[in-house]
């Protein structure tokens, strides 16, 4: 038996997939006799891309350069990833490089996007996509599997996952399931098998995900593949905890199971390679629990992949990230968990310290009072450079909606005590909650602006109804009158509109939000390192610490050409 786990296209290529190595260590635990090996296809989707541009096969146009011009500042811009040194090179380099790499990302992966939805319903594409498509999935092919599983995490990757299993299929006999964070926060996954994609054009053909994924996962994947590796007819598949699937013309959804978190063995990345990586060193992901321990935000859907809230023994994640820097090298963590309380991270601190790791990690937290002085202070001798919040709004009133459980006084503490102890914030704000007037959008950039000194990333947009949210199940007890059903595809394109009693309408937030755009820009040390998180960590662990409140005086020498992004022109350009 032999199990191909594939990390779909497309990630942020700075930081190896946690989720299939996780599941490649499980399953080879449990089944030492079968075959795992995992693809990153996410970073084969990247190198190939770079490889392509530079060498004139894809024709590949950023701002108003031509393609030289944009394939060697693209190269410089990953080059430029991959060596950056904070004390060497400065903020205001990084950003320049950071903005290049973001449009290449926009335009590029938007582009390929359609590109791959079009290929997927059979529509024709240029030679040289397709040839690119077929490609990656080569060293799938090569490894011969008995079974393919594709991890989902967001919406943007379910059409590439569709399109190289239906390449896969045509090469080879096999059984492909698809799962994720994606696949297990949706209200009914099954409506991946059973609705068709429908094209906006009538007269496009139609195609049911079903054709290309034998299998769905909903949920978390370790009992389910493990059962799934050993079903050996179709009679067996009923007993696959998580499973979705067809028996005969019967849509079959089997009731959930999961693993016990404390058994699970340390993931396995020894199939990927982390030199190429767009990070000067590497960085690996770590979970030391599965879920939230709150799990009340009413627009959230996140905690949904896992049943409930599960922590692993506090001993065993240290000796985890021991056994991880041995193994590769590694010196850099990225806490993946929903959220670290004040007393589970004390605990984490307290060993990392008196195991005596040399580390550096981040880590997302909500900002509560109990984060005090003497924490942070712990936390940040422990190794923590960068802490991820939660914040959200300034408007109490939008936060107790949003049931937050955040007192907005003690968040302007707490972003103090951080800072004060030697760490840099990167904060989420949230712009246009259901009922939010423009006075309470305006609390929000005036928390911002006052607590500049304190915010070093940000990241924020606006809100976003999300299928499976309490707001979304009553939306009445959030001012929303109705909402409407999405009009292209609801799988590929699943964003709802809906209109509110009061506040805002969502057009006059996107007017506010991008009116805001340049004082947002303002704020943080760089705005993509709130896109480019392993690089705040690397900045913040690396940067010297004298200069650790340096602030960008100004930005990039962005020339006017680099803002008038001629995206319609670069598609032409590639889709010749
Ligand atoms: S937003 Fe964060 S804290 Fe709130 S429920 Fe979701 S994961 Fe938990």
Redesign the pocket.
């Known amino acids: 038996m032999k199990l191909a786990l594939i990390a779909t296209p497309h990630t942020h290529p700075t930081c190896p997939p946690l989720g299939p190595a996780i599941l490649s260590a499980y399953l080879q635990k449990k089944m030492p006799y079968i075959k795992v090996s995992v693809f990153d296809l996410s970073l084969n989707y990247y190198l190939s891309s770079f490889d392509k541009i530079k060498e004139g096969i894809f024709s590949f146009r950023l701002y108003k350069w031509d393609e030289k011009t944009t394939a060697r500042n693209l190269e410089q811009a990953v080059s430029f990833f991959k060596s950056w040194h904070p004390n060497h090179r400065s903020l205001k380099e990084y950003h320049h490089w950071a903005t290049i790499f973001l449009s290449f990302e926009n335009i590029f992966n938007a582009f390929m996007a359609e590109m791959a939805r079009k290929a997927l319903v059979g529509q024709s594409i240029p030679k040289r996509i397709e040839t690119f498509f077929e490609d990656l999935i080569q060293p799938v092919l090569a490894a011969r599997p008995d079974l393919v599983g594709f991890s989902i995490l967001y919406q943007q990757q379910v059409v590439f996952a569709a399109l190289l299993a239906k390449l896969i299929k045509k090469r080879m006999k096999v059984k492909i399931v698809a799962g994720g964070a994606k696949i297990s926060v949706m209200i009914a996954p099954e409506k991946l098998l059973t609705t068709p994609l429908v094209q906006e054009n009538e007269d496009a053909p139609e195609i049911l995900l079903k054709e290309v994924f034998d299998y769905l996962i909903s949920g978390e994947g370790e009992l389910a593949l493990y059962y799934l590796c050993q079903a050996e007819n179709s009679a067996d598949l009923a007993n696959v905890p998580n499973l979705i699937y067809f028996n005969g013309n019967n849509l079959r959804i089997n009731p959930l199971a999961i693993a016990e978190t404390d058994i699970l063995p340390y993931p396995d990345f020894s199939d990927f390679k982390l030199e190429n990586y767009l990070t000067p060193e590497p960085v690996l992901p770590i979970m030391t629990s599965r879920g939230?321990p709150?799990?009340?935000?009413t627009f959230?859907t996140?905690?949904h992949s896992y049943l409930g809230y599960r922590t692993r023994r506090i001993e065993d994640c240290v000796a985890e990230i021991k056994f991880l820097q041995k193994q590769y090298g590694c010196s850099l963590f990225y806490f993946y968990d929903?959220?670290i309380s004040p007393l589970r991270f004390k605990k984490l601190a307290g060993q990392i310290i008196d195991e005596g790791l040399m580390i550096h990690y981040g880590a997302y937290a909500?900002p509560v009072k109990k984060f005090s002085p003497d924490l942070c202070k712990l936390i940040q001798r422990s190794g923590c450079r960068v802490l991820q919040w939660?914040v959200e709004a300034a408007s109490q009133r939008i936060l107790d909606l949003m049931c937050?459980g955040t007192d907005i006084q003690e968040v302007e503490k707490v972003l103090i005590h951080a800072t004060q102890a030697g760490m840099y914030n990167l904060i989420f704000i949230l712009f246009g909650f259901p009922s939010e007037t423009t006075e309470e959008l305006q609390q929000s950039l005036t928390f911002v602006d006052r607590n500049r000194e304190n915010i070093h990333a940000l990241c924020a947009g606006t809100f976003v109804l999300t299928e499976g949210s309490q707001i979304h199940m009553e939306p009445e007890k959030f001012f929303i009158r109705q909402i409407q059903e999405p009009i292209k595809s609801p799988i590929l394109y699943p964003v709802l509109d809906y209109d509110v009693s009061q506040g805002m309408t969502t057009k006059e937030t996107r007017e506010h939000f991008n009116a805001n755009q340049k004082f947002l820009n303002g704020i943080p040390l760089s705005r993509r390192l709130g896109t480019y998180r392993e690089h705040l960590l690397i900045y913040g662990a690396r940067h010297n610490a004298a200069k650790r409140n340096e602030k960008i005086i100004g930005y990039l020498p962005i020339t006017p050409e680099i803002k008038q992004t001629t995206s319609l022109s670069i598609i032409r350009n590639l889709n010749t």
């Open positions: 939230c709150w799990r009340k935000c959230c996140h905690h929903e959220m909500k939660g937050k």
